[in-house]
């Protein structure tokens, strides 16, 4: 299957400060790529859909200049948690869809990233 | 509103059984079906995509999907230990900006 890598695996920072998560797909272009949360114990709840060269498109009750996305190239998405605070604590997870697959909608995830705000 | 409904769960089976995990949607346009097992403090890992009636098989896996139904349902054959973990089942609608709708997950386990 297509891999997605994700970084950095774990953070842990102080409440204040940004953090930036990156997202790459090696071997398949994403013009597309989702970016989900989850809490412990329940299911992914999707946050904003990252396209290529445009802006990301946000789900209902996902703060836009609080999670910025840019989606600077066909393997590359980045969401920024900026002025992070514990309850922007939980598993961050990318996903990427590869273009030829745009029908289908086959999604591959990184191996998220476990954000903790002290 | 789309849903995706995993209501069973959790399931526990003895080593060797056969794990019957279920997943019914509710729109009927749904043209794409996927199940992903996640362990513990992991990401999803594809398993199994099926997009027509009938039955996909892939090793110890089958999937099987009714549209008329609309359900989908994961069998896991000869289930090891390893296989201990929550599956997700995710459905996609027609067209290329359909989103992936993810049920709630049913959490396995198997007793050695």
């Known amino acids: 299957g297509a891999v997605v890598s994700q970084h950095p695996s774990w953070v842990i920072c102080k409440s204040g400060t940004s953090v930036k998560i990156e997202c790459r797909s090696l071997?398949?272009?994403?013009?597309?790529m989702f970016w989900y949360r989850q809490f412990p114990k329940q299911s992914l709840m999707l946050m904003a859909t990252?396209?290529?060269?445009?802006?990301?498109?946000?789900e209902q009750g996902v703060e836009k200049d609080k999670f910025l996305i840019n989606h600077a190239s066909l393997t590359l998405s980045t969401l920024t948690v900026t002025s992070a605070h514990p309850e922007d604590s939980s598993f961050y997870i990318c996903?990427?869809?590869?273009?030829?697959?745009?029908?289908?909608?086959?999604?591959?995830f990184g191996s998220g990233t476990q954000l903790s705000v002290l | 509103q789309k849903e995706v409904e995993q209501n069973s769960g959790p399931l526990s089976v003895p080593e060797g059984a056969i794990a019957s995990l279920n997943c019914t949607y509710s729109?009927?346009?749904?043209?794409?079906f996927f199940w992903y097992r996640q362990y513990s403090g992991k990401s999803p890992e594809l398993i199994m995509s099926?997009?027509?009636?009938g039955d996909k098989e892939d090793g110890r896996f089958t999937a099987q999907l009714n549209k008329a139904s609309q359900y989908v349902s994961l069998l896991i054959r000869d289930s090891q230990p390893s296989d201990s973990a929550t599956y997700l089942c995710?459905?996609?609608?027609?067209?290329?900006?359909?989103?992936?709708?993810f049920g709630k997950g049913i959490t396995l386990s198997v007793r050695p």
């Open positions: 996903s990427a869809r590869a273009d030829e697959n745009v029908r289908w909608g086959k999604l591959f």
């Open positions: 071997d398949f272009q994403a013009t597309t």
């Open positions: 990252s396209n290529e060269g445009s802006k990301a498109t946000y």
């Open positions: 729109d009927r346009v749904s043209q794409s």
């Open positions: 099926i997009y027509s009636n």
């Open positions: 995710a459905v996609k609608g027609p067209g290329a900006n359909s989103k992936l709708t």
